[in-house]
């Protein structure tokens, strides 16, 4: 099972991107060449932008540092705290798979100029943010030809796994050990994730023609808390509809008066966090709509009375909070829900408001 869009051979290209990533030793060298610092702020829009939010927590265990996560104009215009830090012991972590993004560039632009160390993590050897930041993080993983990405953004996650790595090694800020474990954890699951793309289309095959998605909500906790962001981003890219996403303990907190017979739910689980909250609301969820799936990355058999077409399981990777088979699991998804109606992915929708308001340099 597979469409005509683009983006079904990008999703075909990750696993050997990432692997050639886990084996490119200048990404590990360039990790280690970082400088000791005790904050570190990323800024970059969009699915970079949830990547970072994905990875931040990840990051400061591994770099033992603070981490945050910023939008460009809020980094340049709404964050004060930069102003209180010490210039020689933070830098700013600047992503842009293209590396033109116009704001995340301005951003970059504005840090250097109060004088704090500027790190990119781009595709792009000669592109505008490369020549700006001090060093790079190159993604290695090829361009890609589509509005929504797929296998740049799931190299960004590695990209940011490997920096904290790296660096927690050079530094002393993580054990050895903790280093070696994760590290096979990632070659295991990159090895995997063609098994991933492979199942989450047979899902597809059989039950997702159906599901004429709408009112989408994501939702995830965690590190998978930036999945979702990441999946409503997606699928509001490719089916061009309204999207929702939430943490999964903040749902109660009003989202959840807006679910109703034609609102379609992916929950994202994994086991250890949160996992009887997923589980219960799940079930509750089941008797308001029908179209609600489960991604489910555990090692629990999960029993209920649709559980073959409303629970996909996925590999588990306790360390990685199973983050890039969920992440693939979505990618296919939003590819294919689109197809399944007869639309393109990357139709034409509105592409002449990023020219309006200049995204991206030249």
């Not at 790079?136 to 796994?161: D, F, P, Q, R």
């Not at 009887?276 to 090692?299: N, P, R, W």
Request: charged share 20%.
């Amino acid at each position: 099972m597979k469409g005509t869009s683009i983006m079904w051979d990008y999703i075909r290209e990750e696993q050997a991107a990432l692997s050639r990533m886990l084996d490119d030793k200048a990404l590990f060298e360039c990790a280690g060449s970082l400088p000791q610092v005790d904050a570190i702020y990323i800024v970059a829009h969009g699915s970079s932008f949830n990547g970072a939010v994905v990875m931040s927590d990840f990051l400061s265990r591994c770099m033992n540092a603070r981490v945050y996560g910023y939008m460009p104009a809020n980094f340049i215009h709404s964050c004060h705290s930069l102003l209180c830090e010490d210039r020689k012991r933070c830098m700013v972590v600047a992503i842009s798979q293209t590396g033109t993004s116009r704001g995340l560039l301005e951003a970059a632009i504005h840090a250097r100029e109060l004088g704090f160390a500027v790190v990119g993590i781009t595709q792009v050897t000669d592109s505008p943010i490369s020549r700006l930041a001090d060093r790079c993080l190159y993604l290695g993983c090829g361009g890609e030809n589509s509005n929504a990405k797929t296998k740049g953004y799931s190299s960004t996650l590695l990209a940011l796994m490997i920096m904290g790595i790296g660096y927690g090694q050079k530094y002393g800020s993580m054990d050895q050990e903790s280093c070696r474990n994760i590290l096979e954890e990632l070659r295991l699951c990159v090895k995997r994730l063609d098994r991933t793309m492979e199942r989450t289309m047979d899902w597809c095959s059989r039950y997702g023609k159906d599901w004429k998605m709408q009112d989408l909500y994501v939702l995830g906790t965690g590190m998978n808390y930036g999945t979702a962001m990441e999946g409503q981003l997606k699928l509001m890219e490719t089916m061009c509809i309204p999207t929702m996403y939430n943490d999964l303990e903040e749902f109660s907190h009003g989202m959840h008066r807006s679910i109703g017979r034609g609102s379609s739910v992916l929950l994202l689980c994994t086991d250890g966090i949160y996992k009887e909250l997923a589980m219960g609301t799940f079930s509750y969820l089941l008797g308001i709509t029908e179209k609600v799936l489960m991604l489910y990355a555990g090692d629990e058999d999960i029993r209920c009375e649709e559980s073959h077409e409303k629970v996909l399981k996925l590999d588990h990777y306790p360390l990685t909070q199973s983050v890039l088979p969920i992440t693939m699991a979505v990618q296919v998804l939003s590819v294919f829900m689109p197809e399944a109606l007869g639309q393109d992915p990357n139709r034409a929708a509105n592409d002449d408001y990023t020219d309006f308001v200049h995204t991206r340099v030249t």
